[in-house]
């Protein structure tokens, strides 16, 4: 088993930045991909961006990419996802997920493991 924990979420006006954490616990981190989903009120939840621990290799949907960034701590079993230039559209839970394979990463279907969330508001 493995626990997720996210943290960093908060209210911040367009334009601004926040860094959230998913702290790992439990069972080895490092051959999973770990990644980043949202969801919005009365909307399904969306794929954000994705790292996989082997290769470091990363990923990001659309909307996020040049603004966001996942990174990651092997020491500390945490994966980061650092927000920039922040907009009323990425208002949010944020959620932290992690799989077992190589599945696909940008399906949610394809996480075993899922944090609490954790909330990001823009304000315009």
């Known amino acids: 088993q493995v626990q997720l924990v996210e943290s960093g979420g908060g209210l911040v006006q367009a334009g601004g930045s926040l860094r959230l954490s998913c702290a790992a616990s439990?069972?080895?981190?490092?051959?999973?991909?770990t990644g980043w989903f949202r969801q919005a009120p009365g909307k399904e939840r969306e794929f954000v961006a994705a790292?996989?621990?082997?290769?470091?290799?990363?990923y990001y949907a659309d909307p996020v990419k040049g603004r966001f960034t996942i990174s990651r701590d092997n020491a500390k079993k945490t994966v980061y996802l650092q927000m920039n230039s922040l907009k009323p559209e990425d208002t949010a839970i944020y959620y932290c997920?992690?799989?077992?394979?190589?599945?696909?990463?940008?399906?949610?279907?394809?996480?075993?493991?899922w944090g609490q969330g954790t909330q990001v508001t823009v304000s315009s």
């Open positions: 790292l996989t621990w082997s290769s470091g290799s990363t």
């Open positions: 997920a992690a799989q077992r394979m190589y599945r696909l990463y940008y399906s949610a279907s394809s996480y075993d493991y």
């Open positions: 439990g069972r080895t981190f490092s051959t999973y991909i």
